[in-house]
């Protein structure tokens, strides 16, 4: 059997830039291991955009090579000196937050015409916006919390807002509706806090949500992978913030020790089940495929609301999408494996689409 040239993207420009770069050096191992199967090409995009073929996955060094995607039959990727014109089987994005999981390179991916692991175009732009996603949970059954957006092309009515917060009670979340790894979040105790709190969040994206906090929340988190055939989700975990009042970003990514995670969560085995379907569901509406997190926030009652759906969640050894599944006695590397087909029997499929009556 020939073996699979498989490219693994990572970096791009965003916010969770180098988060991506750590969930990438996972991948890039634990596929390198399976030299029976495939060859691996890591390939780095730069915050500005570029990209260059690497000899081994992790931040930009002098020696890497510049890198030009190309719509060609013959060949995907071209290194600057034409010492290799690379025909990719599969494209593996590792790629978090604004113009990465959005849908944008899977858009970009599309036109190449190379199958790609992970959500198409919409159910990713669907995922990564916080509205769109409540809204298609809605439609599910799926219980969400109440919120407001704020866009930075509209004045908006700041009396009218505190009014809200302060009917709805404090606290509320203020975080920009189109990113994550918890950039640009404010928790709002105070109602005097509110206003700066969305110019902070404004920083980051054009659109703001405020929405209804969970007083104590505790944060339970779903897995997903499959198709539109097969559909796993994983056992709930919950992470929990011990260095913060909610898990922000320097809890998951700076301070050492700053969350603790229990796989499977500490909750009644009917909520676990209802909330594994409520995942399922959301999936399905958002037409999703390959593989997702879904997080839920439940208060001190044990009602539970969905937060947030992540089309390209962490992928690191210690996140928490290999952490759920390996829960489940699932082994990691096979899940890659898996996606990998996934998203070569979804390109034959889409190949065989008629492009005229």
């Not at 790609?116 to 919390?145: F, H, N, R």
């Not at 009515?157 to 809200?164: A, I, P």
């Not at 097969?230 to 009042?245: H, N, Q, V």
């Not at 839920?296 to 759920?324: K, V």
Request: proline share 4%; charged share 25%.
């Amino acid at each position: 059997m020939s073996l699979l040239n498989i490219v693994v993207l990572y970096g791009g420009k965003s916010t969770e830039h180098e988060v991506s770069v750590h969930s990438a050096q996972t991948v890039c191992r634990l596929l390198e291991q399976k030299k029976d199967k495939y060859r691996i090409y890591p390939v780095f995009i730069s915050k500005e955009g570029y990209w260059f073929l690497q000899k081994a996955c992790g931040f930009l060094t002098p020696q890497d090579q510049p890198l030009t995607p190309v719509l060609n039959p013959e060949a995907t990727l071209v290194t600057a000196d034409g010492s290799l014109r690379l025909k990719t089987d599969v494209v593996f994005p590792v790629l978090h937050g604004t113009n990465c999981e959005d849908g944008t390179m899977q858009g970009f991916l599309d036109i190449l015409n190379v199958p790609y692991v992970g959500c198409g175009v919409l159910a990713s732009a669907m995922g990564m916006d916080k509205e769109i996603s409540k809204l298609m949970a809605q439609k599910t059954g799926a219980p969400v919390l109440p919120y407001r957006v704020i866009s930075k092309f509209k004045k908006y009515d700041k009396s009218n807002l505190e009014k809200w917060v302060l009917q709805t009670g404090l606290p509320v979340f203020v975080k920009p509706v189109r990113l994550g790894s918890s950039v640009g979040v404010r928790k709002v105790k105070e109602i005097a806090q509110l206003h700066e709190a969305v110019e902070f969040a404004l920083r980051f994206d054009t659109d703001v949500m405020v929405e209804k906090g969970v007083d104590r929340a505790r944060e339970i988190f779903c897995a997903i992978y499959g198709n539109e055939e097969i559909l796993k989700s994983s056992a709930c975990g919950e992470l929990r913030s011990l260095a913060g009042e909610f898990f922000d970003y320097e809890a998951k990514y700076v301070t050492a020790g700053g969350c603790e995670t229990k796989v499977p969560a500490d909750i009644p085995l009917q909520t676990a089940q209802k909330m594994r379907q409520d995942s399922e569901n959301i999936f399905r509406a958002l037409r999703g495929s390959g593989l997702a997190r879904v997080d839920f926030l439940m208060d001190q009652n044990g009602a539970y609301y969905f937060s947030e759906i992540n089309t390209l969640p962490g992928m690191s050894e210690t996140s928490l999408f290999p952490q759920l599944f390996e829960a489940c006695g699932e082994d990691y590397g096979l899940i890659l494996e898996q996606l990998i087909e996934f998203a070569r029997k979804r390109f034959i499929q889409k190949e065989k689409l008629a492009l005229s009556r």
